[in-house]
């Protein structure tokens, strides 16, 4: 059982905040390079169009769609080429730089041997750029290397060190939380201690706004490599969006990923939108900025590039008619590895035609999108409810003990803190259901509903009612065209 005690909403004190900076800058050599007034002084030289808070807030004004990418390699060198064939050839609105491995789990010895045979061998042997390793300079070269807004792609669970560093030189964004990354992407660490990794970041975050400087925080959604469905992810992202507000941060991004049925992925966009707000409203915050970003399809991709080329299409076309306010894209290669920068161009080039192509089309008049809409809406509520009565108002609290009940569940989750009993599959339309609610209280009439759709595909195509259905619906789009149109079709 986790320590309840010792976790709480509330904002962290400040002179308790100034402390643990302190403790955390003497964690690595590089962090004696953070110097807060001289950061400030950084953050308010850039030019506006190299802000991502400002970058965001506009694209929202004017109803349009940004495009980014993932990407990071080993070495300075490789690192800064990416990001500018990503800026220049790509067309980015927003430039990436993703961590390595190492450095994701706090291991900065591990990693600066690999930055040292990376130098050596003049390419990169790591799978992201250690910012923690090259340090403040070196990360600031990198955004005066480019014209557009830059945002740390971490994956971690603890993000104290490279949110220090990376803001110190510049970059105006960061993606994690603490419920979202601590569920899809580490065993041991408990719900507990993620949570109260990112309130640093999110407080650090707020530091700098109430020094005139207002940074982009965005949560991750699931990077989990499976099928989540947008309710859970919906319900995570209030979550983890009213731990932000509550330690002051004004600019959150929620991301969303595809279930890649065009009206369950639009709904859940729109639902999104509506849902933060609503409970943003009812814990008292009122100012908070919340831009939706799509992600492209997280789970196994096929290894053709043709029907690759269809995924990254449709990630755009999603996006322009959802009125999401950001993309970020992956490549025809994404079977493969890391992508190479040009691969990366691509993607982005391709996905931002797609975008074009649909902008002016919406489903809101369509009768089957507004009750998608109310059926996400009645997932969310009773749960979001519950973990709030669980924490008796308290977020943290309530997460915490919801999770250890397992009110709070995510699919095949590798962290050791959470059940993974409710299992999702795809019902007969496309959409993603609850085959197996597991402990999560979902309405009784919302799963006679999801049953009634998930059976009616099971005898449809001849297989049993069991978890296979959640299974087939995970591995369904890394299938050969053969397969898919021998099985489906």
């Not at 707000?277 to 290894?303: C, N, R």
């Not at 943290?396 to 993974?420: H, M, T």
């Amino acid at each position: 059982m986790s320590n309840e005690a010792s976790i709480s909403e509330k904002i962290i004190d400040e002179s308790e905040f100034l402390e643990m900076r302190k403790a955390n800058l003497l964690r690595w050599p590089t962090g004696s390079d953070v110097d807060f007034e001289r950061a400030l002084e950084r953050q308010k030289s850039l030019p506006d169009h190299k802000r991502l808070d400002i970058v965001m807030r506009k694209a929202v004004a004017k109803g349009r769609c940004l495009v980014q990418p993932r990407g990071g390699f080993g070495t300075f060198k490789d690192q800064k080429e990416l990001m500018q064939i990503i800026d220049k050839e790509g067309l980015a609105d927003i430039v990436p730089t993703t961590t390595d491995s190492y450095t994701r789990n706090e291991q900065f010895a591990l990693a600066q041997k690999g930055v040292d045979e990376s130098e050596k061998l003049g390419r990169s042997l790591l799978n992201g750029y250690p910012i923690v390793n090259y340090g403040v300079a070196k990360a600031s070269e990198l955004i005066d290397a480019i014209d557009k807004p830059a945002i740390m792609l971490t994956g971690t669970t603890m993000p104290k060190l490279t949110g220090e560093i990376g803001f110190a030189a510049g970059y105006t964004g960061y993606l994690g939380s603490g419920i979202a990354y601590t569920t899809s992407y580490i065993k041991e660490l408990s719900i507990e201690d993620g949570i109260k990794n990112y309130q640093y970041l999110d407080r650090l975050s707020a530091m700098y706004l109430d020094h005139g400087v207002e940074l982009h925080r965005r949560q991750p959604s699931f990077l989990t490599g499976t099928n989540i469905p947008p309710s859970i992810a919906i319900i995570i992202a209030i979550l983890d969006l009213l731990l932000a507000a509550a330690q002051g941060v004004k600019n959150y991004g929620l991301e969303m990923g595809e279930t890649l049925h065009l009206i369950q992925d639009a709904a859940a966009v729109k639902a999104c939108k509506e849902l933060c707000q609503e409970y943003l409203s009812i814990k008292g915050y009122h100012d908070v900025f919340t831009p939706i970003t799509l992600l492209h399809w997280m789970g196994a991709w096929p290894q053709d590039e043709a029907q690759a080329a269809s995924l990254v299409s449709y990630g755009g076309t999603l996006a322009a008619i959802s009125g999401a306010s950001s993309v970020t894209t992956k490549t025809l290669h994404e079977a493969f590895g890391i992508p190479t920068p040009k691969i990366n161009a691509d993607g982005l080039r391709m996905t931002r035609m797609a975008i074009y192509l649909a902008r002016n089309i919406k489903l809101d008049s369509m009768p089957e999108f507004q009750n998608e809409v109310n059926l996400i809406k009645g997932e969310v509520r009773p749960i979001v409810n519950k973990v709030l009565e669980m924490g008796d108002g308290d977020v943290a609290i309530g997460s915490v003990r919801a999770f250890e009940a397992g009110i709070l569940d995510i699919p095949w989750s590798p962290n050791k803190w959470v059940k993974s009993k409710v299992m999702p599959a795809r019902d007969v339309d496309g959409c993603l259901r609850i085959l197996d609610p597991g402990n999560m209280p979902f309405p009784k009439e919302v799963l006679e509903f999801h049953e009634e759709k998930l059976r009616l595909r099971a005898e449809k195509e001849k297989q049993p009612y069991d978890l296979n259905l959640a299974v087939s619906s995970v591995y369904e789009m890394s299938e050969s065209m053969q397969t898919l149109l021998s099985d489906k079709w």
